[in-house]
């Protein structure tokens, strides 16, 4: 009950100081984590939770399907199409860059081998932008710069697993199971794909008719359906659900919009618990036993690695300098991370605490760093916050309760 009254608490914090966080560098996020610290062992102590209770990976798993699920709204075909050429560089230079970059500090200064190095790098390859709301979540950013960090992010935490898999079956001497994990990574995106179809054509018979007010929960459950089909299918969740959201989008826009406002605030929730719940797992004692090496490859993996990584994927693009560098910058660390860091942390390799301690320091230094730094950024090009949020002039509606008008606009 401590922890849900200082969510309750937290929360209630952080929707009254909304206002001044959209025009500040506070960050509900941090705010979040700061709390989770407070309550947690290093703090009052009015919360003790192990990286290993299954709560910590419910939370963090739920945060993120959901994240994926609705950022892929704003992900459908025709945006994926017509952004392929930058999101394509993210992925395919800038994410195997990344993980090799950290790979090499992870080993020389950190002292790991190398396949548990290169675990380390996996882990911490994939973005989050739910971090960097002020830039990804503004229509008036520029529309390839939103699409290039929102593809890229959604799509890189189901891709990272595989390679987290692989180097974690490496570290424990064991077979990496390759064609398996294709599989699963496979049945996943065909999952994302398939099941909104499905239930998108059922939709759009004369027999299956939708309530107005009950609109938002068809794509909620969609989510819920998925997501137990992955896990009990062993799919990638991850990318099931990016692919979902897009899927989604692509075939029933009607149905998207009626979710996003939903959405949006079921994200924030499941984010912010998680935020809450992880906060309370760093303790003066971990971060006093990771060495100065460690530290050293947190900030590299922020500082550096990422803003060179990106810059090199993104040379000779239509992306201005003002574009690129905040593409470079705004990286993130987030529930991707803390999934596979607790992966690792379940496995029981000789290194599995020690990495988890560098994957939560590194997460923890991102929080601060990005969701403190994003409305600047948004200022430096040329955005002001507006009075009234959320942002942007909404695109016309179209009544539910036009079943003509509808089936037109997913045709």
């Given at each position: 009950m401590a922890l849900v009254l200082a969510f309750g608490v937290v929360l209630l914090v952080s929707v009254s100081l909304s206002g001044v966080a959209a025009r500040t560098v506070l960050s509900t996020a941090l705010l979040f984590l700061l709390a989770g610290a407070l309550i947690g062992d290093g703090g009052l102590g009015l919360v003790s939770i192990a990286p290993s209770d299954p709560l910590v990976v419910m939370l963090a798993d739920i945060a993120l399907f959901t994240v994926l699920f609705t950022d892929g709204q704003r992900a459908n075909v025709r945006a994926l199409r017509d952004g392929w050429q930058l999101s394509g560089r993210a992925l395919g230079i800038a994410m195997p860059i990344t993980m090799v970059l950290i790979a090499v500090p992870a080993h020389f200064l950190a002292g790991l081998d190398w396949p548990t190095a290169l675990l380390v790098g996996a882990?911490?390859?994939?973005?989050?932008?739910?971090?960097?709301?002020a830039i990804v979540g503004r229509s008036d950013i520029p529309l390839r710069l939103r699409r290039l960090l929102n593809v890229e992010s959604g799509l890189n935490d189901g891709l990272a697993l595989p390679f987290v898999l692989i180097f974690l079956a490496t570290a424990q001497h064991k077979d990496s199971g390759i064609g398996t994990i294709a599989w699963e990574l496979a049945l996943g995106l065909i999952l994302g794909i398939v099941v909104p179809a499905l239930v998108v054509l059922a939709w759009r018979t004369r027999i299956l008719t939708v309530e107005p007010r009950l609109q938002a929960l068809g794509p909620l459950a969609i989510a819920v359906s998925l997501y137990g089909a992955c896990h009990l299918t062993h799919a990638n969740p991850y990318l099931a659900a990016f692919a979902a959201g897009s899927t989604l989008a692509t075939l029933d826009k009607v149905a998207a919009e009626q979710y996003e406002p939903f959405g949006e605030l079921l994200s924030e929730i499941t984010k912010f618990a998680a935020l809450l719940v992880f906060g309370a797992l760093i303790t003066p004692e971990r971060l006093g036993e990771l060495g100065a090496g460690a530290w050293v490859v947190a900030l590299l993996a922020i500082l550096l690695v990422r803003p060179a990584a990106m810059m090199l994927s993104l040379m000779r693009t239509p992306l201005t300098t003002a574009e690129r560098a905040t593409a470079a910058w705004f990286g993130p660390k987030g529930f991707a991370s803390v999934v596979y860091g607790l992966?690792?942390?379940?496995?029981?390799?000789?290194?599995?605490?020690?990495?988890?301690?560098?994957v939560a320091v590194t997460i923890a230094l991102s929080i601060i760093l990005h969701s403190s730094t994003d409305v600047p950024v948004a200022k430096a090009l040329r955005v002001e916050p507006p009075d009234n949020l959320p942002t942007g002039a909404p695109e016309a509606k179209i009544s539910p309760a036009d079943p003509q008008t509808r089936q037109s606009a997913m045709d």
């Open positions: 882990i911490l390859s994939p973005t989050d932008p739910v971090f960097a709301a992966l690792v942390l379940q496995s029981g390799i000789p290194e599995a605490d020690n990495i988890f301690d560098l």
